[in-house]
């Protein structure tokens, strides 16, 4: 390779990458619903340390091809190892990525904290395939479930023990999560099969849901309009369909379409005596 083809070839890959970092930046986020802005920040923080670090390692090794080309009576050069220049760039890059590591465990830290005491509660079970959303009603208590009483066919999907009073006025849908705009929203995430991920993209919320555990978070949602919840863990056959919608409302709006929705139909008391039938 000539000296001129190796310099080329070293700043067209990085002319290349960073048009294309570019190009596929304008809209690799969707845009920011809530008040996780601090992801998006990590995020263009991480891309822009490891662009400058990939593009500086590049125009080096163009300089070097180039500096360094063979030549008539060139002799290589040998040397075995420099201690120095190796603990330099270890603890060089050891400072950097501590960096990152500390302020994502302090966003971790945040987004799975105790949510506000104001906060709307609302619980997701992902099931193959579909989210089932359920709020605990005016007791602020949510029934119990079994895992037992599941059945679809009957659309009891997550096995709620209709016979616990707390159960009486849970409102339960699916794929459709509401929420009032500006306050914050503290999500139970849980699972009546395999693993799935509850993933609001607009929100940067994205947990996975576990059979057998619940697991937390909370954010809040800043702008009203409707929005796509995802699936994000490959949960089976049907994990392309698996897609809801979350709507952010007004506070007034989101009271009154929880009392539209109602809670789950009745069911006589065990022990009641019987409805007269004729
Ligand atoms: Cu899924």
Same mark, same amino acid.
């Given at each position: 390779m000539?000296?001129l ?12 990458v960073v048009?294309a970092?570019?190009y ?5 986020? %969707?845009?920011?619903?809530?008040d996780r802005?601090?992801?998006?920040e ?22 070097v091809a180039?500096?360094? @080309? ?17 603990i ?7 400072v ?13 830290a ?69 929420? %009032? ?16 991920s509850?993933?609001? %993209?607009?929100?940067?919320?994205k947990?996975d ?8 978070t909370?954010?809040?949602?800043k702008?009203?309009?409707?929005? @796509?919840?995802?699936?994000a ?13 979350l709507?952010?409302?007004? %506070? ?7 009392? @539209? ?12 005596p019987?409805q007269?039938?004729?």
């Amino acid at each position: 390779m000539s000296k001129l083809q190796g310099l080329s070839f070293g700043l067209a890959t990085v002319v290349l990458v960073v048009l294309a970092t570019g190009y596929f930046m304008r809209d690799w986020l %969707p845009p920011l619903k809530s008040d996780r802005g601090a992801i998006d920040e990590a995020m263009a923080a991480t891309l822009v340390v490891t662009g400058l670090v990939f593009i500086a390692t590049n125009l080096l090794l163009a300089f070097v091809a180039w500096r360094y @080309e063979d030549h008539e009576g060139a002799k290589a050069a040998y040397w075995h190892d420099n201690t120095r220049l190796e603990i330099a760039w270890t603890a060089v890059t050891a400072v950097i990525m501590f960096a990152f590591l500390f302020n994502a465990l302090k966003l971790w830290a945040d987004m799975t904290s105790e949510a506000p005491r104001d906060a709307v509660v609302v619980e997701v079970t992902g099931q193959q395939f579909r989210w089932v959303v359920r709020y605990p009603g005016k007791d602020g208590a949510f029934g119990k479930t079994d895992a037992a009483k599941v059945d679809v066919d009957t659309e009891n999907y997550i096995g709620l023990d209709k016979s616990d009073p707390d159960a009486k006025d849970d409102v339960l849908m699916v794929n459709d999560v509401y929420l %009032p705009v500006g306050k914050p929203a503290a999500v139970r995430i849980r699972s009546t099969d395999v693993i799935h991920s509850f993933f609001l %993209p607009n929100f940067r919320v994205k947990q996975d849901a576990l059979p057998g555990m619940t697991t937390k978070t909370w954010f809040i949602p800043k702008v009203e309009g409707d929005y @796509e919840i995802a699936c994000a863990e490959h949960c089976g056959l049907g994990h392309y369909k698996m897609k809801g919608q979350l709507h952010v409302l007004s %506070p007034d709006a989101f009271e009154a379409k929880l009392v @539209e929705l109602g809670p789950a139909a009745p069911e006589a008391p065990a022990g009641s005596p019987n409805q007269a039938s004729e």
